[in-house]
Every structure is written in structure tokens, then in C-alpha cells.
């Protein structure tokens, strides 16, 4: 049938197979009852712009096309690594097999209507004054958003609401305090557009799976006056502040970059990448390890390059089918970010395809028992780069990318030297930078594969007098 169908079509045609091709267009099953449109949006906006809907109530399901293909795979493959929810109730998402939405706005003029709103909402505008709109998204009467959290679990700090407000713009201010037996924020954008799409798709949301949860509304404040940078407040715009009686000082460098840096994303907090992470300010998944899932992956012609999203404890590779494993991680979140990220890539020719296991734990074999060396325990690796909570390493893990990051190259090593280095792993190496002390540099490969070919080869090569390149993907472009 046509790429293009009605409204019509759509309800008759609801059920999209699993194994549908990528579309920018979303199907969205098993959805409440009385769910409403801004709701559905929200589980589209951290990905990117969502630029139509169409919702079917009676049927509890919906349609979101999103502005391009990539921002739906990323939806997609985020979403099949952590189970999205609504009003605490799991949905299930998948392609549709229609490649676009077109909509009659007589029979979906409240969604339309959201939808306009919240479009001028992303796009730093205000809703039009004659939509139906207006009664969802009125003009935010502030940049300052009153932030409480009930259920409270697990310890949220400053840290952890810094970085998942500050994917909807720059966070300025921060001050939290303990009222009612309650922990509770205020918190500054540097404009109140970004304070209204904060609190459209983050109010109701869990910071953790279950608990945790968001209650968000603007306050009367304007503007935050804050006299300390310590753990219980914050001005990103003056990283001078003292620290107050008591409290540790902030790293002025890190207030300086936190500032500038509107899109670090629970980098601290959790490794995600950009687009999980943007899901996970949407409140749909564990930060801190508190996942609840197992840490066990299965995945089938993959090799090494697991191991930059977390520290791989235990491989068993399949006795009758060599070209699957069974990879356990550290713990949950890291066993749903590697599959978040590679799932789907592309390594030596081939699709690599990452599922999470039924099994919690890789067993050894027993003693006296020969397996043939299928299994592995790397429980001691001196290559694990997470060993240390709140290590800086959290905080630089990014998706597959052709642009790698190098750390700790040694004084006398050149530009040409690296080039040549990542040459010989069999790409072609398109850009290079060093950064100004010279014991780092960005080097961008021709393709994501061979940049990933190049990490699995090259990270820890020793370079000589103590000095091993360590190497993992980066969010920038040269």
C-alpha cells in the first residue's frame, strides 16, 4: 500500500509487524487509558523533532512521525534496551510499516494542536494564541522551575538534576533544600522557553525506575540569587563563588565547562549516550546501577568493542554457535548501553546484534572441566576504565562515532606518527587534531566501521616507556 496513508487506513491497519523495516514513523502500543496527547509526544522529543501524531483511543495505540529515519532508529533502539512507560504503565514501540503520517486535521485537531505547540515550544517561539493549544501551553511565566521529588528512593543530588535539565538548555542556577520532609530545587534556565519544555517532558517522569519521580511547576521566582558553589547550590555563570563553612569546592573548571556545555548529558551520573541519556531525562530508565536488570548480554559477531561502554566481566562464546557470546558486564546500566550503541552496528561486514540474556550471571566451568577456552573471566582486566566511582572516564562515553579520542600519547609522538598508526588498521584516517598540551587529540576516521575497527586494535598499544594510548569514541568533529 502507499507510503502515505489517512486517517482511515491507520485504524484499520494498526498492526504493524515486529520486524518492519526502519521508518521515521513510530507505532506505539498498549497505551493507558485517558493517556494524553503531550504524553506520547514526550516519549518522542528527546530524540528529536516529532512532526506529526495520531492518536487512536479506542484502540489504546498511537502514531508519532519524527522529523528524520536516524532519530527514529535511535528512539527504536533505545527504547529496545529500556522498556518505555507511560503513567507508569510499559508501552510497547516498534516501526510502522508507513513511511509517513498524513493526518486529516478534522479528526486529529486536538493532537495537531498540541503538536504546533509544542514545535514552537522546541523551536524557542511561544504557541499560537488561536490554537487549541493554548489551554496546554500557555506562555511559561518564568525561567525558574520549582522541583520536587516524592519517592525518594535513592539520594538525588544537585549534580544528578543539572544534567537532565540541561539537555532542554542551559541550566544557570541551581538551590536545593530539604522542606516538609522533602528534598526540593529551584532551578534557572537562561530562558523561559527551555523551562516550559523542561517541565512538558519531564513533570510526572522517574528519575530511577519506580521511585524518584518529578513533580515540576514554575515558581514565582524570577531570578536566583546563590552565594555558594558547593553541593547544595549553584551558579554555573560564576564559577568564582567560595564554597561556604563546611562545604567542598567546586572545580571551577568543571562550573566553567558545565556552563557553556548545554548538552552534557548525565555524563556523571550514569553512561548513556546523548540519546539514551535524553530518554533517561524523560524519566524511562535506572541511573547509578539501580536498573534492576541483569548484566548479562548475548550477542552474536561482535569482538571487543563492548568493553569501551563498561567493564566486561565474563565471556562464554557459544559451544554450537561460535559466532555468538554471552558477555557479562559489571551491571545492568552498562550492559544496556553497550546494547543501546552497538546493536545494529556494522563490524567487519557484518550487522552486530546485541540482546539482553535471561541469564544474570556467566558461569565458569567447573573445576577440572575442559571447555575448550570458550569461556573467559577478565574480573581483574587492567583494562576496566570504570573501575572508580566517579571516574572522568563516565563522562566521555559516546556512541560509535568516525571521530576517536586519544589520551595519555607520549610527548615525542607526531602527527604523522598516530596517522600512520591508525592508517595501518585499515581505514583511512580523513582529519586530525592535537589539543594543546599534546597528550590528547581527536582523529577522525573515513567510516563509524573503521573507527571502531581502529578502537578494538589500537586501545592500550603501547607506545613505549610506560605510556599506553588509551582510546573511545567522541562527540566531536574536527
Request: net charge neutral.
Amino acid at each position: 500500500y502507499s507510503s502515505k496513508v489517512d486517517n482511515k487506513h491507520f485504524s484499520e491497519q494498526v498492526e504493524d509487524s515486529m520486524d518492519s523495516p526502519p521508518s521515521r514513523v513510530i507505532h506505539i502500543r498498549k497505551l493507558p487509558n485517558e493517556v494524553s496527547e503531550t504524553e506520547v509526544i514526550a516519549l518522542g522529543l528527546p530524540f528529536g523533532k516529532v512532526t506529526n501524531i495520531l492518536m487512536l483511543k479506542g484502540k489504546n495505540q498511537a502514531f508519532l512521525e519524527l522529523g528524520t529515519e536516524e532519530a527514529a532508529v535511535t528512539m527504536v533502539n533505545y527504547y529496545t534496551a529500556v522498556t518505555p512507560q507511560v503513567r507508569n504503565v510499559p508501552v510497547f514501540i516498534q516501526y510502522s510499516n508507513h513511511k509517513e503520517l498524513k493526518t486529516d486535521s478534522a479528526l486529529n485537531q486536538r493532537a495537531q494542536a498540541v503538536l504546533q505547540a509544542v514545535s514552537a515550544v522546541q523551536e524557542g517561539g511561544s504557541p499560537s494564541s488561536d490554537t487549541a493549544g493554548d489551554s496546554i501551553l500557555s506562555p511559561a511565566p518564568s525561567p525558574v522551575l520549582r522541583i520536587i521529588i516524592d519517592n525518594m528512593f535513592y539520594p538525588v543530588t544537585l549534580d544528578v538534576l543539572q544534567q537532565i535539565f540541561s539537555k532542554f538548555g542551559t541550566v544557570m542556577k541551581i538551590i536545593t533544600f530539604t522542606k516538609n520532609n522533602q528534598f526540593q530545587a529551584l532551578l534557572q534556565f537562561s530562558d523561559p522557553v527551555n523551562a516550559q519544555q523542561a517541565k512538558l517532558s519531564l513533570d510526572g517522569q522517574n528519575i530511577y525506575n519506580s521511585c524518584c519521580t518529578l513533580r515540576i511547576d514554575f515558581s514565582k521566582l524570577v531570578n536566583l540569587n546563590v552565594k555558594y558553589n558547593n553541593d547544595k547550590s549553584r551558579d554555573y555563570t560564576r564559577p568564582e563563588l567560595p564554597a561556604g563553612d563546611g562545604q567542598p569546592p567546586v572545580d571551577p573548571s568543571m562550573a566553567a565547562a558545565l556552563s557553556k556545555d548545554s548538552t552534557s548529558l548525565l555524563g556523571a551520573i550514569s553512561p548513556l549516550s546523548a540519546a539514551a541519556a535524553a530518554a533517561a531525562a524523560a524519566g524511562r530508565v535506572a541511573l547509578s546501577g539501580h536498573s534492576g536488570g541483569g548484566g548479562v548480554l548475548l550477542a552474536s559477531n561482535l569482538n571487543d568493542e563492548v568493553s569501551v561502554y563498561g567493564d566486561v566481566q565474563r565471556v562464554k562464546i557459544l559451544y554450537n554457535k561460535k559466532d555468538s557470546a554471552l558477555i557479562q558486564m559489571a551491571d545492568g546500566n552498562q550492559a544496556q548501553l553497550a546494547m543501546s550503541h552497538l546493536n545494529g552496528q556494522k563490524m567487519y561486514g557484518k550487522i552486530i546484534r546485541v540482546t539482553l540474556s535471561k541469564h544474570q550471571t556467566v558461569q565458569l566451568p567447573r573445576e577440572g572441566l575442559d571447555d575448550q577456552g570458550l569461556t573467559k573471566d577478565f574480573t581483574n582486566s587492567p583494562l576496566h576504565r570504570f573501575k572508580k566511582p566517579g571516574s572522568k572516564n563516565f563522562q566521555n562515553i559516546f556512541p560509535p562515532s568516525a571521530t576517536l579520542h586519544l589520551s595519555n600519547v607520549r610527548d615525542d609522538v607526531t602527527e604523522e606518527d598516530l596517522r600512520l598508526l591508525f592508517s595501518n588498521s585499515g581505514g583511512t584516517v580523513k582529519a586530525f587534531k592535537f589539543f594543546q598540551d599534546r597528550k590528547m587529540a581527536l582523529l577522525q576516521m573515513s567510516t563509524v566501521e573503521e573507527a571502531i575497527q581502529a578502537l578494538i586494535d589500537l586501545h592500550n598499544y603501547d607506545m613505549g616507556r610506560g605510556h599506553r594510548l588509551r582510546v573511545s569514541f567522541s562527540k566531536s568533529t574536527i
